[in-house]
Each structure stands twice: as structure tokens, then as C-alpha cells.
């Protein structure tokens, strides 16, 4: 089904632990961009891409990098992680002024 | 500082009740503006769409509504079903590089049967 995928759906990582977020989308979507969702806070952007080799920083984007080698994937690194990054991430992905489709979500628990 | 703003922050209302969402944004230049359903510990559906062109889109028994020169955006659920608890998320998405999205905190609904 084409779509965003997102791996893994959950994680538990210790403090100072690296780990990366995976992310493909299959629609050949120019943009993709990666978000947190906290508790009554909404979704924040982390980073985003408009294409290939193009990668900026959202709202949130300390603690975290990204990468946009190819159209179809944008990983998201914790480099090293806090209990301040435990939320659920999302990565999305659009064409355009079209709307954004988003992955089902990564649940990231930092101990 | 772009800014979303959803109202009421939650909803309880009885099964066949029509409802409305209220969403408000601040940047002038939004590109579109789309409507989201979460239910819990699950992804973002969109449900609806707006151009910055547009007035309005509609699918089923729902009606979204884009009023540029106040601000606002609604939604309208016509003859709720108790399927339609979830929280109801509004982004705003705008002309800037990027189209990134702004959103609001959203609105949970649960709808009584």
C-alpha cells in the first residue's frame, strides 16, 4: 500500500543512547518532514526536507539530526538520548501544496 | 510566531447531534489549511483539505470551512456517531519554504450513545 512507513513503532532507549528513526514514503512526495507530539502540546516540527540532498530545521531540533539521501527516505537521529525526547514521533511526507500524509507514529520512551 | 488555536479543547455530545470545531490561525499568507482525526495511540487520518482558494470542502457528513480575513477554519460533523470519538487535529500549512505545518492542540470529542 503506498504510503508513509515508519520503524520501529516502539522503542525504550537508556540515557545517551543513539538510535535512528526510520521513515520511507513510496509516493515520490517531495517534501518530508518529522514532528513530536507531547501531551497537550500539539505536534512540534523537528526538520524537514523539500528534496533529495535539502534538509532544515523546524521548531524542536535540538538533539536530533536527518539526512535526505534519497526522495524516499528521511531518517531521524537522536544522538544522544534524553528523557526530554520521550514522545511519539511522526514522519510525513507531501507533494506540492497537496496535504500532508503521515506515518503511523513511533513511540520512543527514554529511561 | 504562527500560531493555532482549537476550540473547545474537548466536546461530549449525544449520538445524532450535529457539532461544530473551531480553529483559528494567525498567519495571513496560509497556503492551505487540513483537518486531522487521532484516535488514540494511532496515527493522523486526514480527513479534509483546504486550499487558501477555496471556502470550503466537503466529504460525507463532514464540512470544512476556510475564512481567510478572520482567521478561522471550522468543522462541521453532521448527525455524530459514537465512531467519530477521537481528538480532531487543524493544521495550517503555509507559503513558506517548505509548506511546513503549524498545529493546534486539537479538540477530543466523544460522542455519547
Known amino acids: 500500500n503506498a504510503g508513509v512507513t515508519q520503524t520501529p513503532k516502539f522503542q525504550v532507549l537508556k540515557t545517551g543512547q543513539s538510535m535512528t528513526l526510520q521513515c520511507a514514503q513510496d509516493m515520490n512526495h517531495e517534501y518530508m518532514s518529522w514532528y513530536r507530539q507531547d501531551p497537550g502540546m500539539g505536534l512540534r516540527l523537528i526538520h524537514y526536507s523539500v528534496g533529495a540532498g535539502i534538509t532544515d530545521q523546524g521548531e524542536v531540533p535540538n538533539g536530533y539530526n536527518v539526512s535526505r539521501s534519497t526522495t524516499e527516505d528521511f531518517p531521524l537521529r537522536l544522538l544522544s538520548a534524553a528523557p526530554s525526547q520521550t514522545s511519539v514521533y511522526f514522519c510525513?511526507?507531501?507533494?506540492?501544496?497537496?496535504?500532508?500524509?503521515f506515518g503511523s507514529g513511533t513511540r520512543l520512551t527514554v529511561v | 510566531k504562527q500560531e493555532v488555536t482549537q476550540i473547545p479543547a474537548a466536546l461530549s455530545v449525544p449520538e445524532g447531534e450535529n457539532l461544530v470545531l473551531n480553529c483559528s490561525f494567525t498567519d495571513s499568507a496560509i497556503y492551505n489549511l487540513q483537518w486531522f482525526r487521532q484516535d488514540p495511540g494511532k496515527g493522523l487520518t486526514s480527513l479534509l483539505l483546504i486550499q487558501s482558494s477555496q471556502r470550503e470542502q466537503t466529504s460525507g457528513r463532514l464540512n470544512a470551512s476556510l475564512d481567510k480575513s478572520s482567521g478561522r477554519s471550522t468543522l462541521y460533523i453532521a448527525a455524530s456517531q459514537p465512531g467519530d470519538s477521537a481528538t480532531y487535529l487543524c493544521a495550517e500549512g503555509g507559503l513558506e519554504y517548505g509548506n511546513k505545518l503549524v498545529f493546534g492542540a486539537g479538540t477530543i470529542l466523544r460522542v455519547k450513545s
Open positions: 510525513a511526507s507531501s507533494q506540492g501544496g497537496n496535504g500532508y500524509t
